[in-house]
């Protein structure tokens, strides 16, 4: 079993940064990738970020790319979501997710372990 707990989430103008923490119970971060996924309001959950097992690789959605950085500090076991730009459209309920496949995957399927969400909310 594993637990997620995010935080970091809060109100922000255009353009502005958030760090979004994920802290994970046991050994998560070792032996899952570890995504976010963000859900805006009337709309589909969508991924966001993944980083694989301990951290060795990392892939983005197209609409984050170059501007979100997803991290992880395997001592702490507690994965970053770094939002830097934010744009109104980022406006969203941010979701931590663990996968224990072997092959990094970007459906909400894939993910066994979810966390309750942090809430980001980007002003114009």
């Known amino acids: 079993q594993v637990q997620l707990v995010e935080s970091g989430g809060g109100l922000v103008q255009a353009g502005g940064s958030l760090r979004l923490s994920c802290a994970a119970s046991g050994r998560a971060f070792s032996s899952y990738t570890m995504g976010w996924f963000r859900q805006a309001s009337g709309k589909e959950r969508e991924f966001v970020a993944l980083i694989r097992q301990s951290g060795d690789g990392t892939y983005y959605a197209d609409s984050v790319r170059g501007r979100f950085t997803i991290s992880g500090d395997i001592v702490r076991n507690t994965v970053y979501l770094q939002m830097n730009s934010l744009k109104p459209e980022d406006t969203a309920v941010y979701y931590c997710?663990?996968?224990?496949?072997?092959?990094?995957?970007?459906?909400?399927?894939?993910?066994?372990?979810w966390g309750q969400g942090t809430e980001v909310t980007v002003s114009s």
């Open positions: 997710a663990a996968d224990a496949g072997l092959v990094p995957r970007t459906t909400t399927s894939a993910y066994s372990y």
